[in-house]
């Protein structure tokens, strides 16, 4: 799921390649694959200096990248972050190693919760550890949204856009879901009080008729390009990721374009990702892996993490650590009100899996 930093900090890439090639020499090591600027600036040197190991890091930017390289073999990765749609995938087919928690003594820290609502992806929690989480919901423009709607607008509810009158109104600014099937589907089924990983194909018709009706009335499908609009004002609503909409706030207070962007997690449920450390069952350096997975548990390593992302941690004794504007803010942390609605992705047989893309067809073409 492309649910990550929105630009590629080209600068601190060139800056850990350089690091890493003047200090790889002679020293134990671990070869880390991760999403691309999906760690703190300072934490790949800071692993150096507290451990004695070099990590060897390497970026991708989509899931089906990391799948493939997988799933082929012999990648020489050591730790890898995937996320926890990919991990059923990854775990039949044997790729994965188990976790020892003897061997991961910050491993006390995680969120219990947390590793609960993990268990529908990983079983037991035998494989994986929570790294970051985040959701999708609405991210809206709130002067734009009031205008067509009025005070009371429903930005607390899926209402907002399937709601046909509603969507109709918002049309006029703008309105932009993602190009995800796999993330758009569950949440329509949801809406509807159906499963949202369900098999029944009887579902997806109820799932594609609402959204052809609607259609019309939807900008586009993009999974990058509403980021910029929405700071930029040039769409007032979208469908999208918790970080992707807290950096078009982000984008819009720095422009001082007067854009005021909200994000909103909908009472009727939405999704719940996450992505986590996992340990190749190849690893050519097991003990480091485990040694890198155990720093990054650190409440203390993984709290600035958190900052610079916008994207919560798994470690329920960070959060005290981590900025009060980042942990106070229920776009980020949301209550536990909140997570009790929240529902995770599950992968789906080949079957449902064609059906669901022969759906996303129609939808997107209108027909």
Same mark, same amino acid.
């Given at each position: 799921?492309?649910?990550?930093?929105?630009?590629?900090?080209?600068?601190?890439?060139?800056?850990?390649?350089?690091?890493?090639?003047?200090?790889?020499?002679?020293?134990?090591?671990?070869?880390?694959?991760?999403?691309?600027?999906?760690?703190?600036?300072?934490?790949?040197?800071?692993?150096?200096?507290?451990?004695?190991?070099?990590?060897? &890091?390497?970026?991708? $930017?989509?899931?089906?990248?990391?799948?493939? @390289?997988?799933?082929?073999?012999?990648?020489?990765?050591?730790?890898?972050?995937?996320?926890?749609?990919?991990?059923?995938?990854?775990? @039949?087919?044997?790729?994965?190693?188990?976790?020892?928690?003897?061997? %991961?003594?910050?491993? @006390?820290?995680?969120?219990?919760?947390?590793?609960?609502?993990?268990?529908?992806?990983?079983?037991?929690?035998?494989?994986?550890?929570?790294?970051?989480?985040?959701?999708?919901?609405?991210?809206?423009?709130?002067?734009?949204?009031?205008?067509?709607?009025?005070?009371?607008?429903?930005?607390?509810?899926? $209402?907002?856009?399937?709601?046909?009158?509603?969507?109709?109104?918002?049309?006029?600014?703008?309105?932009?879901?993602? $190009?995800?099937?796999?993330?758009?589907?569950?949440?329509?089924?949801? &809406?509807?009080?159906?499963?949202?990983?369900?098999?029944?194909?009887?579902?997806?018709?109820?799932?594609?008729?609402?959204?052809?009706?609607?259609?019309?009335?939807?900008?586009?499908?993009?999974?990058? @390009?509403?980021?910029?609009?929405?700071?930029?004002?040039?769409?007032?609503?979208?469908?999208?990721?918790?970080?992707?909409? %807290?950096?078009?706030?982000?984008?819009?207070?720095?422009?001082?374009?007067?854009?005021?962007?909200?994000?909103?997690?909908?009472?009727?449920?939405?999704?719940?990702?996450?992505?986590?450390?996992?340990?190749?069952?190849?690893?050519?350096?097991?003990?480091?892996?485990?040694?890198?997975?155990? &720093?990054?548990?650190?409440?203390?390593?993984?709290?600035?993490?958190?900052?610079?992302?916008? &994207?919560?941690?798994?470690?329920?004794?960070?959060?005290?650590?981590?900025?009060?504007?980042?942990?106070?803010?229920?776009?980020?942390?949301?209550?536990?009100?909140?997570?009790?609605?929240?529902?995770?992705?599950?992968?789906?047989?080949?079957?449902?899996?064609?059906?669901?893309?022969?759906?996303?067809?129609?939808?997107?073409?209108?027909?």
């Amino acid at each position: 799921m492309r649910r990550h930093r929105s630009y590629l900090n080209l600068g601190m890439g060139a800056c850990l390649s350089a690091w890493i090639a003047a200090a790889a020499a002679d020293s134990p090591s671990v070869h880390v694959y991760n999403w691309y600027d999906y760690i703190g600036p300072t934490t790949l040197k800071d692993f150096k200096r507290d451990t004695g190991i070099m990590p060897i &890091y390497d970026t991708f $930017d989509s899931a089906e990248i990391l799948e493939s @390289k997988l799933l082929t073999g012999g990648s020489g990765y050591d730790v890898v972050v995937a996320s926890n749609f990919s991990l059923p995938t990854l775990i @039949k087919a044997g790729v994965l190693e188990p976790l020892d928690p003897e061997k %991961l003594p910050n491993l @006390k820290h995680i969120d219990p919760e947390l590793l609960a609502k993990l268990a529908s992806n990983d079983p037991g929690n035998r494989y994986a550890v929570p790294y970051m989480w985040g959701t999708n919901g609405i991210g809206y423009n709130v002067d734009k949204v009031r205008a067509a709607l009025g005070e009371q607008a429903p930005v607390d509810s899926w $209402d907002l856009l399937f709601k046909e009158e509603n969507l109709a109104r918002l049309s006029q600014c703008g309105v932009a879901l993602l $190009d995800s099937p796999s993330e758009i589907l569950p949440i329509v089924l949801q &809406y509807l009080g159906l499963p949202p990983n369900s098999n029944n194909p009887d579902d997806y018709q109820k799932a594609e008729a609402l959204l052809l009706k609607l259609r019309p009335h939807i900008a586009y499908f993009n999974s990058s @390009k509403f980021i910029t609009d929405l700071s930029n004002g040039d769409i007032c609503v979208a469908v999208g990721w918790a970080g992707g909409m %807290l950096d078009a706030k982000a984008n819009a207070v720095q422009a001082g374009n007067g854009v005021r962007i909200e994000y909103s997690l909908p009472k009727e449920g939405a999704p719940l990702w996450f992505d986590t450390l996992v340990l190749l069952k190849q690893a050519p350096h097991p003990a480091q892996g485990l040694a890198f997975i155990d &720093y990054l548990m650190r409440p203390e390593v993984i709290a600035p993490i958190t900052d610079y992302l916008r &994207y919560p941690n798994g470690n329920r004794s960070a959060t005290p650590l981590v900025s009060a504007e980042t942990r106070n803010n229920p776009a980020v942390y949301p209550s536990a009100e909140t997570m009790a609605r929240l529902f995770t992705l599950e992968p789906l047989p080949k079957k449902t899996e064609r059906i669901r893309t022969r759906v996303w067809s129609k939808v997107k073409s209108g027909q």
